[in-house]
C-alpha cells in the first residue's frame, strides 16, 4: 500500500470539506481537479464524517474511474447528503462534524481466511448481487475476532451470516487512514 505524506492527507480533508460546503451552497468545487502525483493516481477511497464521534455519513468508491481528488470529493458530497441511513447535511452541521478519509488497496481475493489480520484488512464479501463492505477500523472498534468480522460483513451484504463459511466470494483490502484533527469545536 502507497503511504499519503502529511500534505497529501491535509489536501484530501481539505477537499473533502471544501467540495461538502461548495455542495450544500449549491456552488461547484474546485479542489478536485488540482491533482499531481500520488493525488492523480487512481484508488479507492471511502468518506466517513463524524458528528460528537457518532456517524453521520459514510459512502465510498471501490471502482475509481478518477483521479483520488476527484474520487475523495464525490465520496464526501455523496456521504454528506446521499448516505441513505442520514438525513442530508445542513450547512450549520458543517463546522461542528470531521472527516475521515480511507484510501483502499486493490482488493485481494481471501483463499484462506486465517490470512485475515483483524485491524490491518478490511472486508468486501459478494454473493451473486449482494455485497457488503467493511474498513479496517470497524472490526477493531467494536473488538471483533475474524469471524465475528466476516460475519458482520455477510450481515452488512444482506446475506445469512454463516454465507462466508459456504459460497461467498471474499476479498481483503488495506486502507490508509486519516482524519481531521479537531480544530473546531465537534459538538
Known amino acids: 500500500m502507497f503511504q499519503l505524506n502529511d500534505s497529501d492527507q491535509q489536501h484530501l480533508l481539505k477537499v473533502a470539506r471544501e467540495s461538502v460546503h461548495a455542495c450544500l451552497n449549491g456552488q461547484p468545487s474546485s ?28 459512502i465510498g468508491n471501490i471502482h475509481p474511474v478518477n483521479a483520488l481528488t476527484a474520487t475523495v470529493a464525490e465520496c464526501a458530497v455523496s456521504a454528506a447528503i446521499a448516505d441513505p441511513r442520514f438525513a442530508p447535511m445542513t450547512m450549520d452541521e458543517l463546522p461542528h462534524v470531521g472527516f475521515e478519509i480511507s484510501v483502499l488497496s486493490a482488493m485481494e481475493r481471501v483463499i484462506d481466511i486465517k490470512s485475515i ?33 466476516l460475519t458482520e460483513t455477510c450481515r452488512k451484504a444482506g446475506l445469512r451470516d454463516d454465507a462466508w463459511k459456504l459460497d461467498a466470494t471474499i476479498f481483503r483490502f488495506s486502507a490508509h487512514v486519516f482524519q481531521e484533527q479537531p480544530s473546531v469545536e465537534l459538538t
Open 31 to 58: 479542489l478536485q481537479n488540482a491533482a499531481s502525483g500520488v493525488l492523480s493516481e487512481v484508488h479507492g477511497a471511502f468518506v466517513s464524517i463524524h458528528k460528537r464521534y457518532e456517524l453521520r455519513g459514510c
Open 117 to 149: 489480520e483483524v485491524g490491518r484488512d478490511g472486508l468486501y464479501i459478494s454473493k451473486r448481487s449482494s455485497r457488503g463492505l467493511l474498513l479496517p477500523q470497524v472490526a477493531l472498534l467494536y473488538g471483533w475476532d475474524r469471524e465475528r468480522f
